[in-house]
Structure formats: structure tokens, C-alpha cells
């Protein structure tokens, strides 16, 4: 079957509309049906019943903005494996060499951040490393 | 043309109206499984065997109290469980649920579209999902939603690297981007599923595993851990927007579900051809577990069994008699089996979160970066060489 773009695309232009709609409609829906009773304890964040000490935008460990960083890395990687995995069987082992030569500097590099500590996140072998 | 707009609409609503029953039903079963996992009858208050629970429980979060706190981040904060539902219900319209089939002589597949790079579509939409989480966790502004939602935002992230090269692997045996196609090459018996390709099962339990950390479900489901951080991303949440993060969780189980199935597991594909028998499967299992039903409900071992057990029982024969039909087998037994391998997996979800305790937050990072990558990794390339070499 032969599909313009158009035809293609326009089950999925009208199912994110209907998903669209539908999320929409949940949240006015509940809006509008819940009765609201605001008080001074309800309009403080919830923190087990503690009373709350500043804001929550405190600075968070560097580890997660490391990780972010190594997720670009890898994942483009990952991302151009995949056209060379639908065309492969035209390649065969000329792809195979093509993709080591590709792949063999990256993970010598994912090796170097592993041995570097970039990927461990307990404080102790971080310690233990140092020493 | 305009037949082709007609026939997508109706299919685009055929399709959500059982995703959205299939979503309810979900947490109904999950919680049902979990309860006789412990050892307890789960819901059962609500209609028979608790059946209409997920109803009561739509009414009931719907007229709770809508809370937007003052102190957060109004646009952000409920852009949050918007977006989530929406990149969550999205990629259902690139899943194939069974070949072309003829209705009142039209011909369509069962199928909203087939977009050519149908993989990475599923990908890149479920990407999207985490902006809902990682946005919530932020606008909350709340410690322990801001601590939810960065485990869960590195959490996914560093999953999806396995993830992305456990699905590449099939794509090297099956040479397509689009779902339909890939079904396509599993066609056959048993061993053409790319699951029992060489040593494709390796890529399949990589599959899961990053699955299963990227819908946020145990043992992996770090950013709920309440415990330690009451409810991670959504602790300032309420009513329907609470109730939304639910509804992509399970939206997303679903659509891993699918890609599971279709990627290593043959798709609508029976696991042997239809000459040797297998389009009698369901009529004998919907037709056994009926007459169980039946007997059961005639020598009840509780006394509202004796009401509840034999419409059911009915239900069962009637759905094996509709399966002997030959008009609708054509349409009705690819559709069988996908939902039940699909069924399978997301039973596995379930069974999984009844058995296993949570890990440990730099346990689950150290397990995606130093055991799973390096092994996607090395199972991609050992895939290649092997593909090379024997074919």
C-alpha cells in the first residue's frame, strides 16, 4: 500500500490531538469537580511533617550533571548504530571492521571514565580509590 | 480518500477506547496478581471480584481537592502531567497489532500507520516522557520531589544507552526501522522469532531489564522509593494530576510491552503456521477455562461464587465459539496472540514487583554503566560478527 505523507502522518497528528484533549480534559475536569479548602498547612511544601527551611533550590550533587554529559556521548553513538544495523547485511564484514574502528575508540574511552571514577557514585570507593 | 480518513478515525478510536479500558484494567489486575502474590483477596467491595473498582477509583480522584500549591512553578507545574500523558499515549499509533485484514470490503492493516522509522519514533517519543517527570520534580519545588525527579531523569537517561543497543541487535538480523516489516521477517515458526536467533536472548533480558528501569517499575522504581523520599517527583501532586503519572506509567509498561513483543517475540505471528493447528489454540484454551469456570461455580468453595463464577463461564465459551468463525478468524487470531505475549510481558511487570526489593541508587547506576552497557555493547558487536560470518 503506497502512502502519501499525508497519510502517513495523519493517524498520528489526530492520536496527539485525542491524547492532547484527553490530558486536557482530566486536569479541567478535576479542577472544576474538587472543592478546595485552603489553609496555612496545606500551602507549605510537604516535608514529613517537618517545618520546611528555605526553598528547594539548593545545589545538587555534580554526578548527575556528569552523567547528563556521558548520556550525549554514548547515546549519539548508540544513534548512528542504527542505520548501519539496517543496511548490514550489504556490508557484512567490510560494516563489522568499519564499526570496530568506529566503536573501539569509544569504548576505550568509556574504560578511561570507568577506571577515572566518572561512574562510580558511593562515597566509600571513591575514598578507597584516593588512598 | 476520504474512505481512507474515515476508516483512520474509526480505527484511531477503536484503538484508544481499549487502550484507555486496557490502562484502567491494568491497575485492577496488577493489584489483584500482587494480592494473592501476599497472600490477601486484593479489591473485592467494588462489583464482582472488584471489577468495577478502576471506575470508582476515576470517581474518586476526579472530585478530590485540586491542589496547586503557591509556591511552585504554576505553567511548569502543570505542564508536567500533561505532557506525560500525551508522549505516553502517543506511540500506540506506530504499533502493529496484526496483518491487513478485509472489513465490509475495505482493505486496512491493523495498524493506525506504519511510519518507516517506526523504532525510532517509540524511542524518541518515550525520551520525551521524561521531560514530564524531570519537570515535575523541578517545579515542585520541594526537596524531595527535586531529589525524585533528578534520580529518575539520570536513572532513564542512563538506561536508555542499553536499551537503544539491546534493540539494535534484532534490527541487525530483521534490516528495518519499521514495526510492521520486522513482524514481517519473524513469519514462520517458532525459532524465526529474533528471540531464538543464535543468542539473541541475551539482547531480549537486556531489553527487560532496561525496560523495566525506564518505566520506573521495581526494582528500579528509585524515584517512588518512600522510604526515603515519600513520593519522589509527584509528592506535591494531586487529585487527576497524581493520577496522570499513573496513567503514562502504565501507558509506557504497555507500549515496552508491545516493543518487546515485536522486536524479539514475532509480533502477531503464532508460534507455529496456522497449517499445523495453531489457530485452535484459543478456542481450546478460552474453551477449557470456561468449563473450569462452569464447574466451579456449580461446587463453590464460597457462596457468591455460586452467582459470579458461571456468567463468566459463559463469556469464556461464547469468546472460544467466536474464534471458530472463519470470517473473523483472519482478524481475531493475529490479534490473540499478540495481546497474549503482550499479556505475558506485562505479567512479568507484576509477578517482578511482587518478588523483588529495590536496589540501592549507586547500586542502579553502577549497574547501567559497568555491567549492562558493556555488555549491549559487546552482544551488539559479537551479533555482528556472527551475522557476517554465516550469512
Known amino acids: ?131 | 480518500m476520504d474512505s481512507f480518513i474515515v476508516i483512520s478515525l474509526i480505527k484511531i478510536f477503536v484503538v484508544f477506547g481499549a487502550l484507555m479500558t486496557i490502562l484502567a484494567y491494568l491497575q485492577w489486575v496488577e493489584r489483584k496478581v500482587i494480592a494473592h502474590i501476599q497472600v490477601r483477596p486484593g479489591p473485592y467491595r467494588v462489583g464482582p471480584h472488584g471489577l468495577l473498582q478502576p471506575l470508582a477509583d476515576v470517581i474518586k480522584l476526579i472530585t478530590k481537592e485540586d491542589l496547586v500549591p503557591p509556591y511552585v512553578n504554576k505553567v511548569l507545574y502543570l505542564a508536567a502531567p500533561f505532557l506525560a500523558i500525551t508522549m505516553a499515549l502517543l506511540s500506540i499509533s506506530v504499533i502493529p497489532f496484526g496483518p491487513k485484514i478485509q472489513v465490509a470490503g475495505y482493505q486496512t492493516w491493523m495498524q493506525l500507520t506504519d511510519l518507516n522509522f517506526g523504532v525510532l519514533f517509540i524511542l524518541g517519543i518515550s525520551s520525551m516522557g521524561v521531560y514530564g517527570i524531570a519537570l515535575a520534580g523541578w517545579s515542585s519545588n520541594n526537596k524531595y520531589a527535586l531529589l525524585g525527579g533528578l534520580r529518575s531523569s539520570a536513572q532513564m537517561i542512563s538506561y536508555e544507552l542499553p536499551l537503544s543497543l539491546a534493540i539494535a541487535a534484532p534490527l541487525l538480523i530483521s534490516n528495518t526501522l519499521s514495526l510492521r516489516k520486522l513482524v514481517e521477517t519473524q513469519d514462520g515458526w517458532l525459532w524465526n522469532w529474533n528471540l531464538f536467533h543464535g543468542f539473541q536472548y541475551v539482547s531480549f533480558v537486556i531489553f527487560i531489564i532496561a525496560a523495566f528501569a525506564e518505566t520506573n517499575r521495581v526494582p528500579f522504581d528509585l524515584p517512588e522509593a518512600e522510604n526515603e523520599l515519600v513520593a519522589g517527583f509527584h509528592t506535591e501532586y494531586s487529585s487527576m494530576k497524581f493520577a496522570s503519572f499513573f496513567m503514562a506509567e502504565y501507558a509506557n509498561m504497555i507500549t515496552v510491552s508491545c516493543m518487546a513483543v515485536l522486536l524479539f517475540l514475532g509480533g502477531w505471528v503464532a508460534p507455529w503456521p496456522a497449517a499445523y493447528g495453531s489457530g485452535y489454540v484459543p478456542v481450546v484454551i478460552f474453551a477449557v477455562a470456561g468449563v473450569i469456570t462452569i464447574w466451579r461455580g456449580l461446587n463453590p468453595r464460597r457462596k457468591r461464587d455460586r452467582y459470579t463464577f458461571p456468567p463468566f463461564g459463559v463469556v469464556f465459551l461464547i469468546v472460544a465459539a467466536v474464534f471458530l468463525v472463519p470470517l473473523l478468524q483472519s482478524a481475531l487470531l493475529p490479534l490473540f496472540w499478540f495481546c497474549a505475549k503482550t499479556g505475558a510481558i506485562l505479567f512479568l511487570f507484576i509477578w517482578i514487583r511482587g518478588t523483588l526489593p529495590r536496589f540501592r541508587y549507586d547500586q542502579l547506576m553502577g549497574f547501567a554503566w559497568k555491567v549492562l552497557f558493556p555488555v549491549a555493547m559487546l552482544n551488539l558487536l559479537a551479533t555482528g560478527l556472527a551475522i557476517a560470518v554465516f550469512s
Do not use: C
Open chain 1, 1 to 131: 500500500m503506497p502512502e502519501s505523507y499525508a497519510e502517513q502522518y495523519f493517524p498520528v497528528l489526530v492520536q496527539a490531538l485525542l491524547a492532547m484533549a484527553l490530558a486536557a480534559g482530566l486536569l479541567t475536569v478535576s479542577y472544576l469537580l474538587g472543592k478546595r479548602v485552603r489553609n496555612r498547612v496545606k500551602d507549605m511544601p510537604y516535608e514529613s511533617g517537618m517545618v520546611p527551611t528555605g526553598d528547594a533550590r539548593h545545589r545538587f550533587s555534580v554526578k548527575f550533571y556528569l552523567v547528563a554529559m556521558l548520556f550525549i556521548l554514548f547515546d549519539i553513538e548508540a544513534i548512528f548504530l542504527y542505520p548501519w544495523a539496517v543496511v548490514y547485511r550489504e556490508l557484512k564484514m567490510f560494516g563489522f571492521i568499519e564499526m570496530l574502528v568506529f566503536v573501539v575508540p569509544i569504548l576505550a574511552g568509556f574504560f578511561y571514565i570507568w577506571k577515572k571514577g566518572a561512574l562510580d557514585w558511593s562515597p566509600d570507593s571513591t575514598l578507597n580509590r584516593k588512598r
